[in-house]
Structures are given as structure tokens and as C-alpha cells.
Nanobody
């Protein structure tokens, strides 16, 4: 898998705080593609966090983040965002941006996405 997307914005935050992650397209435009955020906590499997269709008109969230996280995209800037509010220690993980060029619907499994960033660490202290 080529690295055509790159995450930024991770860091250390206290419980209850907020962070905004960004995913930037590298060397191409992803205006027509489905995008998503996944995360992986130490010793755990990848978890679907949120996904968005090409226009931004349809968004989907994992149960654990519903009501706290918001996914959005700005196709003109070639950037996707994840606004994370009311963060909890269990949100601590490496967060990955992923791109799907094959489907028009938002998938929720790793296999649905072909291109991945290197990840950005989010640590929430209690």
C-alpha cells in the first residue's frame, strides 16, 4: 500500500479535552474517494472510528465515539479532519487516515481501504 495520505494533529491531552486531527492528500487529490479514520490501541485490533463519503454528505461513526467525534472534509484543500471532543483515556491510540478508491459507500473494515497514512499518536491522560 502506498502512502498517499498523511496525518497530523496528534498529541497529549487531558481527559475531557479536545484535539483535531488532519489528513492531507499527498501528490494527488482525493475529492472522489471515501475516507476514514481508524485507530489502534496497544495490544488491540484496528477499530473503525469514522468515515465520510466523497462529498461529505454521508458520515458514519463507531459506537464508541458517536456524539463526541466529528469527521469532515474540505475537498478544495485536499484535507480531512477529525474533531475529537470529550476525550477519554480509552481514546488513547494511534490514529490512521485511510482512503478507498474502489467503493462509493463507506466501509468500516480495514480491507475496504487501500491507502493508509503512518498514523499519529493520541494520548489522553486521566
Amino acid at each position: 500500500q502506498g502512502q498517499l495520505v498523511q496525518e497530523s494533529g496528534g498529541g497529549l491531552v487531558q481527559a475531557g479535552g479536545s484535539l483535531r486531527l488532519s489528513c492531507l492528500a499527498s501528490g494527488h487529490t482525493f475529492n472522489s474517494y471515501v475516507l476514514a479514520w481508524f485507530r489502534q490501541a496497544p495490544g488491540k485490533e484496528y477499530e473503525f472510528v469514522a468515515g465520510i463519503n466523497w462529498s461529505g454528505g454521508s458520515t458514519y461513526y463507531g459506537d464508541s465515539v458517536k456524539g463526541r467525534f466529528t469527521i469532515s472534509r474540505d475537498n478544495a484543500k485536499g484535507t480531512m479532519y477529525l474533531q475529537m471532543n470529550s476525550l477519554k483515556p480509552e481514546d488513547t491510540a494511534i490514529y490512521f487516515c485511510a482512503e478507498d478508491r474502489r467503493h462509493s459507500w463507506v466501509g468500516t473494515t480495514r480491507e475496504d481501504y487501500e491507502y493508509w497514512g503512518q498514523g499519529t499518536q493520541v494520548t489522553v491522560s486521566s
